[in-house]
């Protein structure tokens, strides 16, 4: 399944790039797991993802929770906690 | 909004039919914006608004005694205005809104410039507070914004504050629902 990621503030930071297309491996059914499987894509994604349980995702443009089922999303975001106002 | 759909947007409680579509505008954008004029936009050659409330968040020039520079906010375009949008639809379903205006900025900014705006118009004064100070808990904490800061040189990330989060869940306690959805 082929999604395209987007990563804002510190997580576009310490990945190094502000999107990406990736081919998910099956098995991948959570936002959760795939948090899991970026972070072991290298030393940037592990920084990016050391601390799963603070970074925020968006799938097709509105919150989820890391339980959330991927689904047919055609993009995936995460970011650090929204700090706008 | 449709007319009437506000009367299935939440069955706990009766809720307030608009009579007519409130004025909604929602804007993101780089350039700055004039408080004021937009304020006055809402209540201009009407007589029906007996409250408008305004809040404007504006750059400091110092944070904790250390002199700020600028700072810069990142947004998720697309996203930010598909939230805010939901925020003031909501906003409008719960209370006897006339007028919601929301503006933000993205970019740089520099100490003593506008970043965003929040102003609700109604014909009392109870609708219009609540309903701006509703949308600022929800800006704060579900609009993709991030906001880096300047200090001498060197540049950070903003830390999200755990008073903003509790500052939004009251509000979806109030609604009966979880205010993590």
Redesign the interface.
């Known amino acids: 399944m082929t999604i395209t990621l987007r990563y804002f503030a510190w997580v576009r930071e310490r990945i190094g790039k502000p999107d990406e297309v990736v081919e998910v491996p099956a098995g991948i059914g959570t936002v959760g797991e795939l948090m899991t499987w970026l972070a072991s894509r290298g030393e940037e994604y592990a920084h990016a993802f050391e601390n799963p349980a603070i970074i925020r995702a968006a799938i097709d443009r509105s919150h989820v929770k890391a339980q959330a089922p991927i689904g047919s999303a055609r993009e995936i975001a995460f970011f650090p906690p929204m700090t706008g106002g | 909004m449709l007319p009437g759909e506000a009367e299935f947007s939440n069955l706990r409680e009766r809720r307030y039919i608009p009579p007519m579509t409130p004025l909604t505008t929602v804007r993101i954008q780089r350039e700055g914006f004039d408080a004021s004029a937009e304020a006055a936009r809402l209540t201009r050659g009407r007589t029906d608004i007996g409250a408008l409330v305004t809040f404007t ?1 504006i750059c400091r020039g110092a944070e904790a005694g250390e002199p700020i520079e600028a700072l810069t ?4 375009p ?3 205005e ?2 805010i949008e939901r925020h003031v639809a909501e906003a409008v379903a719960r209370w006897p809104l006339m007028g919601v205006t929301v503006i ?1 900025r993205y970019g740089r900014i520099a100490p003593g410039e506008d ?2 705006m929040v102003a609700a118009a109604s014909s009392h004064r109870e609708a219009a507070f609540s309903a701006a100070e509703f949308l ?1 808990d929800y ?10 800061v300047e200090k001498a040189g060197a540049t950070g ?4 504050k755990a008073a ?1 989060d509790s500052a939004a869940e009251r509000w979806a306690k109030a609604a009966g629902r979880d205010a ?1 959805e």
């Not at chain 2, 906010?73 to 998720?76: D, N």
């Not at chain 2, 800006?139 to 906001?147: N, S």
């Not at chain 2, 990330?157 to 999200?160: F, G, R």
């Open positions: 968040g906010l990142e947004h998720y697309g996203m930010a598909a939230e933000h970043i965003m600022m800006l704060k904490t579900r609009a993709p914004f991030w906001k880096q990330w903003v830390e999200a903003d993590a």
